[in-house]
């Protein structure tokens, strides 16, 4: 264990609402080259009765003056540690004046005030407002901010915060000065300052109720020709949330300033988002179409922020999901509205089910509600964040559209100004529709991910079908029994031509055209379905209606029969995926034991019926399609994980395909081309997609001729997508291409950072033999930058995370890799580093000498000097040594 350090436990079940208030805030910020001055005025109310020392949370300051009401205070006043300042005798109301120094060059957490690039910039939620000065810096002490900025006219031309601009000018030195007011109470965490030379691009929008707001995006001044898909899909989310949930924006700007060093993807404070330049920059060239999905979808969730986390806020970081789970809801069906197709969806279950099913499986496992944390960053999690947003998700589908917006309008309208729980928002729904959802709770109470298991009977006599449901729960690490959840199961009955049913429960009048959605809330129940002339196929978990794990019999051709027919279709990608699965871990199985390696028929004749009708279904579906399940997801199936059989197993099967589809994927690849200039919407990507899919197969058959073809496509390309395709494909090989297009490409865009992550990741996830060497060479050159997150996520969270086979040599080459670039990151930046740690939480799930390897690294890293709490938690967590 790191020296003399044990982390302090605070739990949900300790909270408290806070003696004292702070009503009005007065920001000075002096900004200089070697530490920053900060001056804070505070207006802070004592709540009646309380006896209490005021206890203000600090880290890494240095202070310089105390005053309270005017008169300055001696070190005799008050106490103060590395994690605050307390002072014993204080009146019931009075103005606290405190002067502290900063140094924001220095600081490479990136949380508080810190330098990218030459800029200023703030990051606190969730607790950086306490390095930039003494403060209340819990979510619910809200007040309203004035915000003074003093800095170099050259050197910061921009000075910007939250709010409006109340006052601008000159002052001497070459100084200048801006005053910014915001007037919404907001908590400390949606603080922001931004400072520097930045362009920017401006816009309009008009609200609903005629308001007009000026939209501004800065950038650095060379990116200013990237940022008008970012400013599109800002005014695409104002809409959206305007017609949808009836929210319309509140202050007369709204800025977003992109930076290069972030440690997530963006940052919702009031009125100034900043975001990671990474989900703003973009144009044909250097973005893929992925690239400007994420841009729409991160600008629509820090937008949707304003209402759903900004107006109404989180009474405690306990309650982080009452914020995240509901914004990703409402971004997942922003998103979905401007795609139109039901890929979002399937990217959305695939994300939770490979990272959410895990983690709810794991040493960190904890309710969307958690019950105790030690570090807050380590809590903004796939649970608290996706497992969050089905949790919404799934109250939507019990109320439906329009119960679901009566009950958000009076959620918005009942807690318009206040910090809140998850149960609020609950109750806003139930008040709202007269119903009852207290079983319903358990979802943010409850760790762990449910299984059902279903079975089905068909009483040709009786005509009915009846399908008999049992839900349990597995333990996780501090709940070891669960009682049964309310879920919705949607579900469809197929006849033999594939159309849905029409839908009678045995005692109920109306009979339901199609998709029905039960509810289930005992541990076991039937529900028979009544006039049913012949036994159905049934296609369960519709539009995957719940976070559960479904468990039902169904043979190959029934399988087939649903990824031809089904209406739903995010059930049809299901079937096939579920084909896919079978396959690929039974050639594992064959794999480890020495077998000769075969697949069946029945799913590539599957597949090429799709192909055949390419042009006429529906495109990005087919390439969903041909994705094949990941090796995460499928290590998930397996009782020992066993990486290198895998990645045999699943790239058996993907040559397979190669060899026996050929024509079709070059057929389609061919009839695909376009001479048209890049375009981003849903018919081109979708084009784009498959036909780059298509490219994919064809390199498995490792053919001079392919190479050659893949190479031309990436020389040629208008566009990043099509160019980093190939780049990808060809970096996988051995070919005498490969060298060349990864120096092409390097001298092309090595003055564009976000590029070179490209060319960084693209390396790290290539499955060649040497790639771990590549990796460690790489860590050595110049766009490597281990201050950077960026850069650290393209080459070593890409090469730990999601390169299984050569990560988890069996050398354990990768993990003492990975240990050491702990070791070394925790000092500089500890959430970058925690979440390196938690690649290695999954040791136990893998076979005895890769355990003993792994969890050698964990004990390494455990007894490290001066462990960040971050680390700190994560890894003896993963260890369970508290
Ligand atoms: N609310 C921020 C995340 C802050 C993470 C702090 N460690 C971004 C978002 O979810 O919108
Ligand atoms: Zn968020």
């Not at 309650?319 to 399937?346: C, M, N, W, Y």
């Not at 509600?369 to 809590?379: A, C, H, T, V």
């Not at 690649?839 to 960040?868: A, C, G, H, V």
């Amino acid at each position: 264990m790191s020296e003399g350090k044990i982390n302090k436990t605070v739990y949900l079940k300790d909270y408290c609402p806070p003696d004292y208030q702070i009503k009005t805030v007065h920001l000075s910020f002096y900004l200089g080259e070697e530490h920053t001055r900060v001056y804070s005025k505070l207006s802070i109310t004592r709540s009646l009765g309380k006896k209490t020392p005021l206890i203000l949370h600090g880290e890494a300051l240095k202070l310089l003056s105390i005053q309270l009401n005017g008169q300055l205070l001696t070190e005799s006043a008050y106490q103060i540690n590395s994690e605050s300042l307390t002072l014993h005798q204080v009146p019931d109301y009075f103005i606290l004046e405190i002067e502290t120094k900063i140094y924001p060059q220095k600081n490479t957490t990136l949380s508080g005030l810190y330098v990218s690039e030459g800029n200023f910039c703030t990051q606190c939620e969730a607790e950086g407002f306490r390095r930039i000065t003494y403060f209340l810096d819990c979510p619910d002490v809200m007040a309203t901010y004035t915000t003074t900025i003093i800095g170099n006219k050259e050197k910061y031309p921009v000075l910007l915060s939250n709010g409006n601009l109340i006052d601008q000018g000159d002052k001497e030195n070459g100084e200048h000065f801006a005053i910014w007011q915001d007037p919404f109470p907001k908590p400390s965490y949606l603080f922001a300052l931004v400072a520097g030379k930045l362009s920017s691009i401006q816009d309009k929008f008009i609200t609903l109720s005629r308001r007009e707001v000026n939209l501004s995006i800065y950038v650095q001044p060379h990116n200013i020709e990237k940022c008008t898909y970012a400013m599109a899909s800002l005014k695409r989310s104002m809409a959206w949330d305007e017609q949808v949930y009836g929210r319309e924006y509140d202050l007369d700007n709204y800025m977003i300033v992109a930076v290069d060093d972030f440690n997530m993807g963006a940052m919702e404070n009031k009125g100034l988002n900043i975001f990671n330049s990474k989900f703003v920059l973009a144009n044909p060239e250097t973005a893929t179409d992925t690239d400007y999905q994420y841009i729409e979808g991160v600008i629509g969730h820090e937008y949707f922020h304003n209402w759903s986390g900004n107006r109404v806020t989180c009474r405690d970081w306990f309650q982080l999901s009452l914020k995240e789970g509901f914004t990703v809801f409402r971004d997942q069906q922003f998103s979905a509205s401007q795609s139109g197709s039901v890929v979002k969806r399937i990217e959305d279950v695939n994300r939770l089910r490979t990272y959410q099913f895990r983690e709810d499986a794991g040493p960190m496992a904890h309710p969307v509600r958690p019950e105790s944390y030690e570090e807050i960053n380590n809590f903004y999690t796939v649970t608290i964040y996706e497992k969050g947003a089905e949790v919404v998700r799934m109250l939507h589908t019990l109320l439906g559209e329009t119960g679901f917006r009566k009950g958000t309008d009076l959620y918005f309208e009942r807690h318009n100004g206040q910090a809140v729980t998850t149960d609020d928002f609950v109750k806003a729904l139930e008040d709202a529709n007269q119903v009852d959802f207290s079983q319903f709770r358990l979802w943010y109470s409850q760790a762990g991910t449910p299984e059902l298991h279903v079975q089905s009977s068909y009483d040709a006599d009786q005509q009915t079908y009846s399908l008999k449901i049992k839900q349990a729960c597995p333990p996780t690490p501090d709940q070891p029994y669960k009682k049964p959840f309310h879920l919705p199961l949607t579900i469809g009955l197929l006849d033999s031509q594939g159309k849905d049913i029409p839908l009678q429960l045995v005692g109920e009048n109306n009979r339901i055209k199609g998709t029905q959605t039960l509810e289930i809330k005992n541990q076991e129940e039937t529900f028979t379905f009544e006039n049913i002339s012949m036994s159905p196929t049934p296609s369960l978990l519709r539009g995957f209606s719940a976070p559960v794990k479904l468990h039902f019999e169904l043979s190959d051709k029934e399988r087939c029969f649903l990824l031809a027919y089904d209406n739903d279709s995010f059930n049809r990608w299901e079937a096939g995926q579920q084909l896919a699965v079978k396959i690929i871990l039974s050639l594992t199985k064959d794999y480890q034991e020495g077998n000769l390696l075969k697949v069946s028929s029945i799913f590539i004749e599957a597949i090429a019926k799709f192909l055949e009708n390419y042009k006429t279904d529906n495109q990005s579906f087919i390439a969903q399609l041909l994705i094949l399940p990941s090796e995460h997801y499928l290590s998930e199936f397996m009782e020992v994980i066993d990486p290198e059989a895998l990645y045999q197993a699943r790239t058996f099967l993907r040559k397979t395909l190669a060899h026996s589809l050929k024509d079709y994927f070059n057929t389609i690849y061919h009839q695909l081309t376009s001479e048209k200039p890049y375009s981003f919407n849903p018919q081109e990507v979708a084009r784009r997609t498959l036909r780059n899919i298509c490219l994919g197969y064809l390199m498995m058959l490792d053919e001079t001729e392919i190479h050659q073809r893949c190479f031309h496509q990436f020389k040629t390309a208008d566009n990043m997508t099509d160019s980093i395709a190939a780049l990808s494909y060809l970096a996988d090989t051995k070919s005498t291409e490969r060298e060349s297009a990864l120096s092409i490409f390097y001298e092309r865009w090595k003055q564009d950072s976000l590029v070179m992550d490209k060319w960084l990741s693209i390396q790290a996830s290539a499955k060649r033999d040497d790639t771990f060497e590549i990796v460690e060479q790489l860590s050595g050159h110049s766009a490597f930058k281990l201050t950077n997150p960026n850069k650290v996520r393209a080459l070593i969270g890409t090469f730990c995370q999601n390169n299984l086979v050569n990560f988890h040599h069996p050398s354990g080459n990768g993990y003492k890799f990975l240990g050491e670039y702990i070791c070394k990151l925790d000092p500089l930046n500890p959430q970058i580093a925690a979440r390196l740690v938690s690649i290695f939480s999954f040791w136990k799930r893998y076979d005895p000498k890769r355990q003993t390897l792994m969890k050698d690294q964990l004990e390494q890293i455990s007894r490290s000097p001066n462990l960040s709490k971050d680390v700190q938690e994560i890894t003896l967590k993963s260890l369970k040594m508290n």
